[in-house]
Every structure is written in structure tokens, then in C-alpha cells.
């Protein structure tokens, strides 16, 4: 029972709510969006408050304030957004990894480019094997060094 006309019921992995004896929302057992949107659309809407929610179901109190701020600024389409990760490389930019790139290709090793660069040698590895540098085989090396 979340208040006096308000309650809820787990039933084969469903949790139905209900106003009155009416059903009004139902959602699966561990689809947590879906009750972050439903439990926060009847907090705005004022058929209960927040403490009601809490002591129902032992929500911390932080996420039931997070999910009515969110519900409050996105409505609910804002609980099934997909979160853009947008992360910047922070030590290998464009410009690095072109200088490093050039060096490379001027026949310095791993180590030399590294440190004349002031990168981390295990960054710098890091990069050549996810293939955004490309290291030449020690052979190819070789005969660029001695055609100089």
C-alpha cells in the first residue's frame, strides 16, 4: 500500500498499480525506468508524495528526488533517453597522435616517441593496438635507414 487509495501488487514478475480498485500502470519486475517514470508521474501529479514512494518500496530518497527532477524537466521520454557518451581523449588528440604518427614514420621506436612526447608509454602502446597509430615491422625500418 502506497496511501489509502493507492496501491500496488507483485504478480509473475508484474507489478501492477492500482487507485481505488481500478489498475492504472503495470510494468515488468525489474524494468526500473519504467517505475522511476510511473512512481515520479504520481509524485508531479500529487497523488502521493515522495515519502510515500520511499517507505513503500525502501527507495533511497536522493533517487526518488533524481527521478522527479528528471520526470519534471523531460517528461517521461526522458527515462528511456539513451545517454550520449561523448568522451574527449584527454592526452592523445588529433594533433598527438599526428606528431606521433610522423615520428613513427620517421623510423623512431615506441620508446623514443613516447618520451619526446611526455605521453605514458603504456597510452602510447594502448594506441598503436587499438590502431589509431601504426607502427612500421622492424624490417621496414631497416631499409628506410639504410636507403638515407
Known amino acids: 500500500m502506497i496511501t489509502s487509495v493507492l496501491c500496488f501488487e507483485k504478480r509473475d514478475g508484474q507489478v501492477y498499480y492500482f487507485h481505488g480498485n481500478l489498475p492504472v500502470f503495470s510494468h515488468g519486475e525489474d524494468d ?24 513503500a518500496f525502501g527507495v533511497p530518497p536522493i533517487s526518488m528526488k533524481r527521478a522527479v527532477k528528471l520526470y519534471r524537466e523531460k517528461g517521461p521520454p526522458g527515462f528511456f533517453e539513451k545517454k550520449k557518451a561523448t568522451k574527449k581523449p584527454r592526452v592523445l588528440t588529433l594533433q598527438v597522435l599526428d606528431k606521433a604518427q610522423s615520428l613513427l614514420d620517421e623510423g623512431k621506436n615506441r620508446f623514443e616517441v613516447a618520451k619526446e612526447l611526455n605521453i605514458k608509454p603504456d ?5 598503436i593496438r587499438s590502431g589509431k597509430l601504426i607502427e612500421r615491422p622492424l624490417d621496414e625500418k631497416k631499409t628506410k635507414a639504410k636507403e638515407v
Open 32 to 55: 526500473i525506468k519504467s517505475f522511476k517514470m510511473f512512481t515520479s508521474q504520481l509524485i508531479v501529479n500529487g497523488s502521493c508524495k515522495q515519502v510515500d514512494i520511499i517507505r
Open 123 to 127: 597510452t602510447f602502446y594502448k594506441a
